[in-house]
């Protein structure tokens, strides 16, 4: 009744380097930030801190905001995404001195005036 006896060694072996492998690239991005020294909530494997948004995903923002400060780093899935909500810095970053080096930005995959977004009527850049 033992799984143990059913498997040969070499089994064994390719299945504890394939659960190692697993979990080392499951987690391999999220050391960016703590790296670099900016806070942020704690991601989860492959998922990062998508799990933390709701609907109104600003709310979210808001929220790290005040646990976090200005700037933090969350991650969306594997990818890490730095949130900065300070207006002088953005302009610093967006305008003045780092526009060649920020030309990727996030693509959107959604319209503006999708059904999804019905939070956004009344909003200035809905028409």
Known sequence: MSFLPFFSFETWIL???FVFIFVLYGHWTFGVFEKLGIPGPKPMM???TVNRY???YY???NECAKKYGR???SYELRRPMLAVMDPEMLKIIL???CFTFFTN???RTHKINS???TWLKGHPSCP
């Open 71 to 73: 700037v933090w780093g």
């Open 115 to 117: 059904p999804r977004n």
């Open 15 to 17: 299945l504890i380097s």
């Open 59 to 61: 709310l979210d923002d």
């Open 54 to 56: 709701n609907k109104v």
């Open 46 to 48: 492959y998922w990062g």
């Open 105 to 107: 930005r996030r693509v």
């Open 95 to 97: 305008v003045k001195e």
